[in-house]
C-alpha cells in the first residue's frame, strides 16, 4: 500500500520567503506529526495532530512556523519569512493512534534550503 | 528530564563481524520503545517495537532487546547493504523523544 507522501522532495528559496511544505499520511492513521532533521542531529519534535483534537504545538520553534491538517487527512507546514537556519529536511510521520504506542510511518522528507 | 543517549555514535565493523549497538534511556511511563534504520536521503524505516523488559525481537540479521534501562539492537554476521544509521525513540505518553543515532558503516 502506499505510504507516507511529502511534497516537494526538495525546496531552494530566498532567505525572507513563505513555503509550504505537503504531506499526505498513509489512509486510516488518525495521528500525524512533522519533525524537523539538520545534518548531523537527531529529529526534533516540531507538531502533531491527533484526529479531531487541538494539535500540540509545543516543538514549533517560533511563531513563523505552523501547521494545518484538513479533514484529518492532508498536512500542511508553512514556514513564514524563511532564515537560513530553517534549512533541514522535514520530516513528516504518521500512526494508527498515539495512545496505543503505535510506530511512525516516516515519508522521505523535504530537503529545505534557504539562499 | 526524560533522556534517550545511543552510542557509539558511529562504529565502523568487517562484514561479517558482529556487534551491538546500545540505545540508554531514562524515561517515567514507557510505553514502547522503538527502533528505525534511515538510510541517507530517506526517512526512517521502522524496525522494531519493544513494551517491557525482558521482550526480544528479531528481524533477519538484527536482534533488539530491552531492560529497564537500556535497549540493544544486535547485527549479527552483518552486510554492507545493512549500513545506515539507526534510531532510538522512546514513546512517553503523547511525546516520542528520538536519540541521535548511530552511524553504523560495514566493510566488505
Known amino acids: 500500500g502506499a505510504g507516507v507522501s511529502q511534497s516537494p522532495s526538495n525546496k531552494v528559496t530566498e532567505k525572507g520567503k513563505d513555503v509550504e511544505l505537503r504531506c499526505d499520511p498513509i489512509s486510516g492513521h488518525t495521528a500525524l506529526y512533522w519533525y524537523r532533521q539538520s545534518l548531523g542531529q537527531g529529529l526534533e519534535f516540531l507538531i502533531y495532530f491527533q484526529g479531531n483534537s487541538a494539535p500540540d504545538k509545543s516543538g514549533l520553534p517560533s511563531d513563523r512556523f505552523s501547521a494545518e491538517r484538513t479533514g484529518g487527512s492532508v498536512s500542511t507546514l508553512t514556514i513564514q519569512r524563511t532564515q537560513q537556519e530553517d534549512s533541514a529536511v522535514y520530516l513528516c510521520?504518521?500512526?494508527?493512534?498515539?495512545?496505543?504506542?503505535?510506530?511512525?510511518?516516516f515519508g522521505d522528507g523535504t530537503r529545505l534550503s534557504i539562499l | 528530564e526524560d533522556q534517550v543517549t545511543q552510542s557509539p555514535e558511529a562504529l565502523r565493523l568487517q562484514e561479517g563481524e558482529s556487534s551491538s549497538l546500545n540505545c540508554s534511556y531514562t524515561v517515567s511511563g514507557l510505553r514502547g520503545l522503538f527502533w528505525y534504520r534511515q538510510d541517507p536521503g530517506k526517512g526512517p524505516e521502522f524496525l522494531f517495537t519493544?513494551?517491557?523488559a525482558g521482550e526480544e525481537k528479531e528481524k533477519e540479521r538484527l536482534k533488539a532487546t530491552l531492560t529497564k534501562k537500556e535497549s540493544f539492537l544486535h547485527i549479527t554476521a552483518p552486510k554492507p547493504e545493512d549500513s545506515a544509521t539507526y534510531l532510538c525513540a522512546l514513546n512517553r505518553d503523547d511525546k516520542i523523544i528520538f536519540g541521535k543515532g548511530t552511524r553504523l558503516h560495514i566493510l566488505p
Open positions: 510521520a504518521s500512526s494508527l493512534g498515539q495512545g496505543l504506542g503505535q510506530p511512525q510511518h
Open positions: 519493544l513494551y517491557s
